[in-house]
């Protein structure tokens, strides 16, 4: 294994961003950013052994500060929504910025995918690491207490690619972090992610109401049109985004697939590539995956590659959406006697 860094260009601040490149005996190899803690490639072996990059993103740093549909980034606070950007907790209540129509999304405005974090790499034998630290202070975008926050990329010989999360606070908060990946397992120059196969393992999904906030209510994921209990192609439940009055306000698939089982290790996910062979695995110790078949997508990428709706597939392995006003839902509160901890890996393989 070996770990090599490059420059790449500077974020909107001015700050110089550097790429670390993770790469193991086979030759595959993970590339992140100390800006936002951005993956900006995943080049895997298919079938045949040829290598691809399966993982969006763009060329420059500065790409990622604008309107990038969080490509690759690190999401916190706290990911996905919440609901009319405001919570109260403990007696007091909270105003978060609105930038989702009147709700909060993956943290708020400047969320941690625009922050500059410190980079440790450590080079293994069999994996490699890098690990990102980042102090939130007291009031950040809204959110109380000062959050220390550690996530550590690790990459090895068997093209596992983990995400370990770990953050404690000083006061009373919620956390709920996650990655903002983009996969197309046929390449990121593929046309789209129509013709991957995805399996979910999840006996329910959060029922999103307006703005895609959930209503508290869990649907049987055998019971909707956007369930994945048996693996289907992407493009025939895409298909039917028209006929169906949730698909249809999504623009697609953006659903919280609740496995339960919080802090427990599974298998939550599986995505594979009739085409190239290629299969990821999603294994995490999080009661939920947000799958999101990337409708918002516009954006020019790297190697001048055109990005438009459904290129890329997102699985954030997250507690559920808006969990603060649903106290069913397992809970993203955390206490200053507490440490938020929990991992994520996704396994590349052929088959």
């Known amino acids: 294994m070996s770990i090599t860094q490059k420059p790449f260009g500077t974020e909107h601040h001015g700050n110089p961003v550097t790429q670390y490149t993770l790469q193991n005996a086979q030759g595959a190899h993970v590339s992140i950013l100390d800006f936002g803690g951005i993956i900006t490639s995943i080049v895997v072996p298919d079938r045949q052994g040829k290598l691809a990059d399966v993982n969006l993103g763009f060329a420059d ?3 990622y500060t604008s309107d990038s549909g969080s490509m690759g980034a690190l999401i916190g606070r706290v990911g996905n929504r919440i609901a009319g950007a405001t919570f109260d907790l403990e007696g007091e209540t909270y105003t978060l910025g609105a930038n989702n129509g009147p709700n909060n999304l993956h943290g708020g405005p400047e969320g941690f995918n ?3 974090w410190q980079a440790v790499p450590m080079e293994g034998q069999g994996v490699d690491s890098l690990t990102l630290t980042l102090v939130s202070p007291d009031g950040d975008q809204g959110f109380p207490g000062k959050l220390s926050v550690k996530v550590t990329y690790t990459f090895d010989d068997a093209c596992a690619l983990g995400i370990t999360y770990h953050a404690t606070t000083d006061k009373t908060t919620i956390v709920n972090l996650t990655n903002h990946a983009y996969f197309n397992l046929d390449g990121h120059d593929a046309p789209d992610v129509r013709a991957l196969e995805l399996q979910v393992f999840a006996d329910y999904v959060t029922q999103a109401g307006e703005g895609l906030i959930p209503t508290g209510k869990l649907l049987p994921q055998e019971a909707v049109p956007y369930g994945f209990a048996t693996a289907k192609k992407l493009g025939d ?5 028209n006929t169906n009055a949730d698909m249809q ?3 697609g698939v953006d659903f919280n697939y609740a496995a339960g089982n919080d802090r427990m290790t599974k298998r939550i996910a599986v995505l594979y590539s009739p085409k190239t062979g290629r299969q990821m695995e999603v294994v995490t110790d999080m009661p939920g995956v947000q799958v999101y078949t990337g ?7 790297k ?6 709706p459904y290129s890329g597939l997102c699985l954030e392995t997250q507690r559920y959406p808006d969990a603060i006003h649903q106290p069913h839902f397992p809970s993203f509160v955390l206490r200053p006697e507490e440490v938020y901890l929990t991992t994520t890996t996704y396994r590349f393989s052929v088959r």
Do not use: E, I, S
């Not at 190697?303 to 438009?308: A, M, P």
């Open 237 to 241: 439940v895409l298909a039917l985004t």
């Open 114 to 116: 625009l922050r500059m």
């Open 61 to 63: 740093a500065m790409a």
């Open 303 to 308: 190697d001048g590659v055109q990005y438009g």
């Open 249 to 251: 306000a999504a623009g």
């Open 295 to 301: 409708q918002g997508l516009h954006q020019k990428g």
